[in-house]
């Protein structure tokens, strides 16, 4: 242990320092040669470039990083959107590189489709589920990323008291809609500071979201009081339509589509998986026409 007459002269010591590190190093002052030319003046026609306003406007010109105020407003209108699939989305943990402002090769997309299978086909809805800001790329998962999708189907179990119907063999005319998946939008550099926009506006050749509603804009409001409450309340009910559904119960865990004797094509969303509740929302074209809840 240092005894306390060391521990004051090393404070002393080290007061010493600072004040010599304040202390001008006249080492570098030199007398002008003789015969020199004279120097330029300081201001004025003929001034000497000020090297130090050159340096501090060159570095004006970058972009600036990203602002924990634009990472706020990105999370708030982006983070949990709709938009239509433009181009084929590949599947799989690797997902799709998307280098910013370039566009993205057909080879490299077909390669990535032939390794990760297609995850979304265009024209399909697919959601925004989790941003993730990393040093010089955004990390987009879309419908929970590139997770292996959990098949109620092998897991079917009727409980006691609450029978299933029998369910036909699948025909979903979308296989594909609904699988994640994961595009990783390269800057190259720091994050620059952009707006919500400008965001989606870089996603344009994959995503867009221009079809869908905004979560910025109160569309339950404009929508009649009985689908308006059910939308709150999370749950479906006859007459909503397929977006409405989506607003409220989000994207279904399985999707069945039959005909009945009559030519009629139904097709059923599922939520939940038994025992456990499970909702059958069922579609005739684009309204409920009726939801079944097994508990």
């Known amino acids: 242990m240092l005894s306390r007459t060391t521990f004051v002269l090393a404070l002393v010591l080290a007061f010493g320092l600072a004040l010599a590190a304040d202390t001008p190093d006249t080492a570098h002052f030199k007398m002008p040669m003789l015969g020199a030319p004279d120097l330029r003046p300081l201001s004025g026609p003929g001034a000497a470039p000020d090297v130090f306003m050159a340096v501090t406007q060159h570095q004006s010109n970058q972009p600036a990083d ?10 708030r209108y982006v983070d949990g959107e709709f938009a239509k699939v433009v181009k084929p989305l590949p599947g799989g943990k690797k997902g799709l590189k998307v280098e910013a402002g370039k566009k993205v090769s057909d080879k490299d997309l077909q390669q990535a489709l032939r390794e990760g299978g297609i995850a979304a086909s265009p024209g399909d809805t697919v ?66 500071d952009m707006s919500a926009e400008d965001l989606m506006h870089d996603l344009g050749q994959f995503l867009d979201f221009s079809k869908e509603h905004s979560a910025a804009v109160n569309w339950i409001d404009t929508l009649p009081p009985q689908f308006k409450e059910a939308i709150k309340e999370r749950h479906a009910v006859v007459g909503m339509d397929h977006e409405m559904v989506l607003a409220a119960l989000g994207r279904p865990d399985h999707k069945v589509r039959e ?23 069922t579609f005739n074209g684009d309204k409920v026409i009726k939801v079944t809840e097994y508990d």
């Not at 139904?266 to 025992?275: A, L, N, Q, R, V």
């Open 66 to 75: 990203l602002k924990p105020q634009s990472r706020l407003e990105i999370i």
């Open 127 to 192: 959601q925004i589920t989790s941003l993730e800001f990393r040093s010089k790329d955004i990390v987009i998962q879309l419908n929970g990323g590139g997770k292996k999708k959990y098949h109620w189907r092998d897991h079917l179990q009727v409980g006691a008291g609450s029978p299933l119907p029998q369910l036909p063999a699948e025909q979903d005319s979308h296989p594909n809609e609904g699988n994640g998946t994961t595009l990783f939008l390269d800057y190259g550099r720091a994050i620059p």
């Open 259 to 281: 005909k009945d004797p009559n030519g009629v094509q139904t097709e059923d969303w599922i939520y939940g998986t038994p025992p456990a509740k499970t909702v059958f929302v």
